[in-house]
């Protein structure tokens, strides 16, 4: 059977039916920080969401040298000269992360902090919420900043996570969204300063900058069918363009597009199929993990 003579009893329809590679499921982006041995391409600790991933647009140009000779012309063979690899992701809901990516410069926010409500993770942290030192000066609805680079995390990146406290019971307080990791015991949190403040509130990001952003890119999909999991890894990205602040639907008025995400080569010594070794260029690696009982 074929797309043109297409029916209910074909083997394209059999797929879904019969759960053969039925790959459906959940997509993430994540970013880490470049050249950073200690995050892994399977791990969890080091990697930040900017949002939740609504297309990743991927686009791949490779260059070739078509080797030509005689009259008329033959093709001799055909050499590869040059791989373009890009994506053009989009976010909605975008993160603290998400808003730092998306200005496309290395030029660090400002975050001005409040005169009161400043504290430090005392015990139970967890991506939903920790014992703080201290509650006073917290409230619900504070937007606080939790440092996710103490201790166990201090060798994985600089940086950090905003959320808001949703509920306060003497020194617990809950955050919503969740934090991408759980803080370490020590790790600060910080309550920003917010309106009717009329100056200094909140976190500043400077829009401009001439200097690109450089960061490992994860793509990790879940397959909902067979349980398993499809990862692409890419050591290193420059994201050439910032994403835009989108906020012409009413329906999303919070989304990140337009950034483009440039791959770039790394220079490997690969093996081929017959077991020979050569120097060559490589965008990244891509995995199939399947469920292990």
């Known amino acids: 059977m074929t797309g043109l003579s297409f029916s209910m009893t074909n083997n394209a329809a059999e797929l879904p039916r019969s759960n053969y590679g039925v790959w459906m499921g959940d997509t993430i982006i994540e970013f880490a920080e470049y050249g950073n041995a200690n995050v892994s391409q399977y791990g969890v600790e080091g990697w930040f969401i900017p ?22 012309t033959t093709i001799k063979g055909v050499i590869p000269v040059g791989d373009d690899l890009r994506f053009t992701p989009s976010f909605m809901f975008p993160t603290l992360f998400g808003f730092d990516i998306a200005q496309g410069n290395d030029l660090v926010y400002t975050a001005n902090v409040a005169a009161d409500g400043q504290t430090t993770v005392a015990s139970g942290g967890s991506k939903t919420g920790c014992v703080v030192t201290s509650a006073t000066g917290l409230a619900v609805g504070d937007m606080v900043e939790v440092d996710l680079t103490h201790g166990v995390n201090a060798s994985y990146g600089s940086y950090k996570a905003l959320t808001f406290i949703s509920a306060i019971s003497g020194t617990t307080v809950t955050f919503a969204p969740q934090l991408p990791q759980v803080p370490a015991t020590g790790a600060a949190v910080l309550k920003m300063k917010g309106w009717p403040a009329t100056a200094d509130a909140g976190f500043e990001f400077t829009i401009g900058g001439s200097v690109l952003r450089q960061f490992q890119m994860r793509v990790t999909s879940f397959n909902t069918s067979s349980r398993s999991i499809i990862i692409e890894h890419y050591p290193q990205v420059t994201v050439s363009k910032p994403a835009l602040l989108n906020r012409d639907d009413r329906q999303n008025p919070m989304a990140l597009e337009g950034m483009e995400v440039i791959v770039i080569p790394q220079y490997a010594t690969l093996t081929n199929r017959s077991g020979n070794s050569f120097e060559d260029i490589k965008m990244g690696n891509f995995w199939i993990l399947p469920w292990e009982s």
């Open 51 to 72: 949002g939740l991933a609504t297309s990743l647009g991927p686009s791949r140009n490779r260059t070739n040298y078509e080797s030509a000779t005689g009259s008329p």
